[in-house]
């Protein structure tokens, strides 16, 4: 069973940085793809970004596109996004979930099985 755990979210205000981390355990797909994705209140979950570990091969949300970067340390298990230039149109819950296979369908979160609890990020104005 994939396990997920995010952490790193909470309050800034606009301009500042945040870095999201996601640790994984449980993992056994030989190639497989971590996403990011965000919810605000009262909308649709939407990707924000992706890596595929077949290749380390990095996929952005326009909306995040130069702000936003995503890696990994496979020794930790974990995947982070690092946030900067932080808008308040970027306060959501953040949240992290794994497929199996090399592809980032970041506009298709059902292709995602396994997800995490969800961190909270809110920039403030």
């Known amino acids: 069973e994939v396990q997920i755990v995010e952490s790193g979210g909470g309050l800034v205000q606009a301009g500042g940085s945040l870095r999201l981390s996601c640790t994984t355990s449980?993992?056994?797909?030989?190639?497989?793809?971590i996403g990011w994705f965000r919810q605000a209140p009262g909308k649709e979950r939407k990707g924000v970004s992706c890596i595929s570990s077949s290749d380390g091969s990095t996929y952005y949300a326009d909306s995040v596109k130069g702000r936003f970067t995503i890696s990994e340390d496979n020794a930790k298990n974990t995947v982070y996004l690092q946030m900067t230039s932080l808008k308040p149109e970027d306060t959501a819950v953040y949240y992290c979930?794994?497929?199996?296979?090399?592809?980032?369908?970041?506009?298709?979160?059902?292709?995602?099985?396994?997800w995490g609890q969800g961190t909270q990020v809110t920039v403030s104005s």
């Open positions: 449980g993992v056994t797909f030989d190639d497989y793809a």
């Open positions: 979930a794994v497929r199996d296979g090399i592809w980032c369908p970041l506009r298709n979160p059902d292709d995602f099985g396994s």
